[in-house]
Nanobody
Framework: VQLQASGGGLVQAGGSLRLSCVTS????????VGWYCQAPGKQRVLVAT???????VYADSVRGRFTISRDNAKNAVYLDMNSLKPEDTAVYYC?????????????WGQGTLVTVSS
């Protein structure tokens, strides 16, 4: 499984960005897809995830500002980021959960940097 993330950049506080993650193969393979972020000196943490047949889950810090969505036809997952804050600055990674037979697997994209200036 390969994931290619894009859409990061430099934006002022209060601005918006849309991150995109294109996946190899069919989205039907993935039990969940999501976005994680890692700020300098900190651990990678969940931003938002969307299960194949369920309701999206958001970190408390982004709920109401960020929206995750998936387009199965385009094999893509998106993260719409609004009302950005300097504390949102991080490298954002897309992640896909899937099964290789009965073995659970995880695939990660390469990360895209989001920098929010005050």
């Amino acid at each position: 499984v390969q994931l290619q993330a894009s859409g990061g950049g430099l934006v002022q506080a209060g601005g918006s960005l849309r991150l995109s993650c294109v996946t190899s193969g069919g989205m039907f393979r993935f039990t969940a897809v999501g976005w994680y972020c890692q700020a300098p000196g900190k651990q990678r943490v969940l931003v938002a995830t969307i299960p194949r047949d369920g309701t999206p889950v958001y970190a408390d810090s982004v709920r109401g500002r960020f929206t995750i969505s998936r387009d199965n036809a385009k094999n893509a997952v998106y993260l719409d980021m609004n009302s950005l804050k300097p504390e949102d600055t991080a490298v954002y990674y897309c992640k896909a959960d899937y099964r290789d037979g009965i073995v659970p697997r995880v695939g990660w994209g390469q990360g895209t940097l989001v920098t929010v200036s005050s």
